[in-house]
Every structure is written in structure tokens, then in C-alpha cells.
């Protein structure tokens, strides 16, 4: 059984201030055996040395990322740092950080696999994967090569990191205090654990009444839609004002069907410069493509429903949760309006931590039984441990 406690601080502390909340907080707290810890915080806490600070106090490994805005069971917060305890007696957790991306993934994943899922006595119940945010390179492609290894067998439920910035440049992944922009970071759980998931996505409801076949993408590069390029078919169906104005689409999502009868989900993040348009991950063959808007209603309703359903099913137990940046992007009038909509639906019942994601890592059940660790966008997902 795991144990789970929450707590956090916010930018108005010093960081002394912030050191003392934190050291207050975990002399009052209860450890069983094994125990790690999870922070999500905003980007400003890595590059001020809060995170570092923190976990040198702290007597158990750390993982975790920089977020946009998160909450927990006590407080909603835009500037924050949220941390989550997961303590138990016979529930084990193994962290690790891969080699820099620079190295080759197949590498930098087969490296990570080998530090910290081959030296376990029995294989993990849960892989929780941090995966770098990168432009150029889909978090699905960290996934795969890591799912690979696995035989396909553990699920996996995680997020990316996610900044403000309009490059991204600020998207890290943290490891024991460290932060990194191009590795990835694992926490393995196993022992007396059965973790459950529930998730929501695009509803048809939202369908713009435009299709199109893809026909020509490299990886998360959609290079042309209707043999026309990505971008100027973008602009050409009025979904974009005009050429290089990508980031006016926070609202539209693609719903790509793959021939497999796989469906994707992806968000725009950038433009190549020659007419092509980066997506959150990759699409791996041609197929058609939709166009979906979502907005503020859809969104806190939604997450309102998953998260009353989580409660429900948790009976007191603890929750991980992601809801993806795009779903926030929409909240024009208040940006912590589905955080305040979670956390006065699942109440005093559950502790739990929730903070926006650049891709939800969530496992999906396939109809020969294995496990498919899929890279979701425009979703709202919840681990149950």
C-alpha cells in the first residue's frame, strides 16, 4: 500500500522560508520503509536554485518537472512548487536520468532502461517517465524505444515538461534537485501495487466540419495535407489568419486516423520555416486528418466528470493527474479554473497533485493484450495508486 502526502510553496517565500515550510512539513509526516518524491513546479523555481535546495533537505530521491500551473488537495496555484510523498512498506521506487538525447535515443533510453529497470529483483508494477520536451523530436519517440524494452508489458503514465516560453526553452526535467532540457527522468514502482487509469480526450462535439489526408510527414513534422504544405492549408481553411502566425491556434487540435484504426491526438507547436508545422509527436504513416475547438466549458466539465469519477474510485486513496497546457491555453478568464474545478471536485477525499502537461504519457489496453505506452495531447489523465 502506498501513502501518499502533499504539500507546497509558493514565490512569495524566500527561499529559506521556503526550506523551513518544506522541513516543517516532513518532520511532521509519517515514512514507512521506502519513500520518493515528486515535484512539479514552475520553471523560475529551477533557475533560482529552490529545487535544488529542497531536495538536498530531503531524505528520499526526488523526480519530477517544471509546469505552467499546478495544484494539490490544499491550494491552485500559476507560481508554485508542489510537492508529492509516496511512502510505503511494500511498495518499492527506483528513479534514474538518462544520457543527453544528443547521444542518440536509442542510447540515451537503453541507458536508462539498463540503470534502473534491469537491476530489480521482480519487474514494476508502474513506470512514471519524465520525457523531455523537444521541438524537433516527439516525446513518442523516448516512449517507444522505452516501451520497447519492456516488452510492452508495464503500463507507463507520465507527462513532459511544459514553460512559458514561446520556445519552450524552459521545459525541464528534474532528478534529485538536478534539472535537464534534453534527458529523460524514470520512477519504476513495484511490490504490492495495482495501479488504475482513467483519461478523457476530444469529443466529437467539437469536430470541425474540415478533413483532409495527410500526405507527407517525417516523425512530429507534418510536412502536407492534401498535397498542399501544412501550414498553407492551415491558413488556406481559415484556421490561421495568416503565414507564421502558428501560435494563434491554441484552441485547434488534429485527430489523425492511422490506417491501423489507431486515432492520434496532436497539438501545433512550431512552424519549420519551409511550410511544414511541428506536432506534439509524431505521426507514424499517412492517414486522414481532422480539426477539432475546443473551449473553457468543455474543458472544466470534462475534467470536473474524470476527476468526480477518480475520487470516487480512489476511496481515499492517492492520485497522480496531467491536464495538457492546451487545455489550459483556453481559460482566457482564469487560467486556474479547471485546477479550481478538480480540486473542489475530489475535495478532502483523495490527496492528490495535478499540473499542466506538454503530453500525457498514458497506457492503452490493445486487443492482443499488450500495453501500448501512447503520447496523448488535449487529454486529461489520472493515475490511481
Known amino acids: ?103 542518440g535515443l536509442d542510447f540515451a533510453m537503453g541507458t536508462l532502461h539498463d540503470k534502473v529497470i ?106 502536407s495535407i492534401d498535397n498542399v504544405p501544412a501550414e498553407s492549408f492551415l491558413v488556406n481553411k481559415g484556421l490561421v489568419a495568416a503565414q507564421g502566425l502558428l501560435n494563434t491556434l491554441s484552441r485547434l487540435e488534429l485527430i489523425i486516423d492511422l490506417p491501423t484504426g489507431e486515432r492520434l491526438i496532436r497539438n501545433i507547436i512550431a512552424g519549420d520555416g519551409q511550410g511544414g508545422v511541428y506536432l506534439t509527436g509524431h505521426i507514424p504513416s499517412l492517414g486522414s486528418v481532422y480539426f477539432a475547438k475546443t473551449n473553457a466549458e468543455i474543458v472544466v466539465r470534462t475534467s470536473r466528470e474524470i476527476a468526480g469519477s477518480a475520487a470516487a474510485a480512489a476511496n481515499g486513496g492517492g492520485m497522480l493527474m496531467y491536464s495538457c497546457t492546451a487545455r489550459n491555453w483556453v481559460l482566457t478568464k482564469d487560467t486556474l479554473e479547471e485546477l479550481d474545478a478538480i480540486r473542489s471536485t475530489v475535495g478532502e477525499r483523495s490527496p492528490f497533485s495535478c499540473c499542466y502537461s506538454g503530453g500525457e504519457i498514458y497506457p492503452q489496453v490493445l486487443p492482443n493484450g499488450n500495453i501500448a505506452a501512447t503520447l496523448q495531447n488535449s487529454s486529461f489523465i489520472v493515475c490511481l495508486l
Not at 79 to 102: C, E, K, M, R, W
Not at 174 to 202: E, M, Q, W
Request: net charge negative; glycine share 6%.
Open 1 to 103: 500500500m502506498i501513502h501518499i502526502y502533499t504539500t507546497h510553496v509558493t514565490d512569495l517565500l524566500s527561499q529559506p522560508e521556503a526550506i523551513e515550510e518544506i522541513n516543517f512539513f516532513i518532520r511532521s509526516q509519517l515514512f514507512y520503509a521506502n519513500t520518493v518524491g515528486i515535484i512539479h513546479c514552475h520553471a523560475d523555481f529551477v533557475d533560482d536554485g529552490q529545487v535544488q535546495a529542497i531536495c538536498d533537505i530531503l531524505p528520499f530521491e526526488t523526480v519530477g518537472c517544471s509546469t505552467t500551473s499546478l495544484a494539490n488537495d490544499e491550494v491552485s496555484l500559476q507560481y508554485g512548487l508542489t510537492l508529492t510523498i509516496l511512502t510505503s512498506n511494500d511498495v518499492q521506487f527506483h528513479t534514474g536520468v538518462s544520457p543527453s538525447s544528443a547521444t
Open 118 to 223: 534491469v537491476p530489480l529483483p521482480e519487474r514494476p508494477k508502474l513506470l512514471i517517465p519524465f520525457i523531455p520536451f523537444l521541438v524537433t523530436i516527439g516525446g513518442d519517440e523516448f516512449i517507444s524505444r522505452l516501451s520497447a524494452l519492456t516488452d510492452y508489458s508495464i503500463p507507463f503514465f507520465g507527462t513532459l515538461p511544459i514553460s512559458a516560453e514561446a520556445d519552450f526553452s524552459r521545459c525541464y526535467t528534474i532528478h534529485n534537485g538536478k534539472a535537464y532540457v534534453d534527458a529523460a527522468v524514470l520512477l519504476a514502482i513495484s511490490g504490492n501495487v495495482i495501479p488504475r487509469f482513467i483519461t478523457t480526450g476530444v469529443s466529437s462535439g467539437e469536430y470541425l466540419d474540415i478533413t483532409g489526408s495527410v500526405t507527407a510527414v517525417e516523425k512530429n513534422l507534418l510536412i
